[in-house]
């Protein structure tokens, strides 16, 4: 990741209205990372939020799988009788377009 100057980054506010006792245990948690709140909530909700969408978006194969899918690029199977009507349909309704 590339780290801009402060004033070439985009900001956005974001307020939260969040218990009194979960505020407290961030500010201690930031302090305890010598941080800013702010620096501590990017870093975690920022680490979460690509965790997360990583998860999402990525696929994950097992390396058995990642052979067969492989394998199946180099030499594809022969389209059974389901596909071939798929694809003529779909030529059918595409046609001209």
């Known amino acids: 990741m590339m780290f801009m100057a402060q004033s070439q980054i985009e ?5 939260a209205r969040i218990p009194a006792q979960a505020y407290e245990q961030m500010q201690r948690a930031a302090k305890l990372r010598g941080m800013t709140l702010t620096g501590y909530l990017l870093a ?11 998860e999402t978006e990525i696929m994950r194969l097992s390396r058995e799988d990642q052979i067969r ?3 199946a690029l180099i030499d594809p199977p022969q389209p059974n009788a389901k596909l071939a009507r ?11 377009r």
């Open 11 to 15: 900001m956005a506010r974001l307020e």
């Open 44 to 54: 975690t909700a920022g680490e979460d939020a690509r965790r997360v969408i990583e």
């Open 69 to 71: 899918f492989a394998e």
């Open 86 to 96: 798929a694809a003529k349909r779909h030529a059918e309704l595409f046609r001209g």
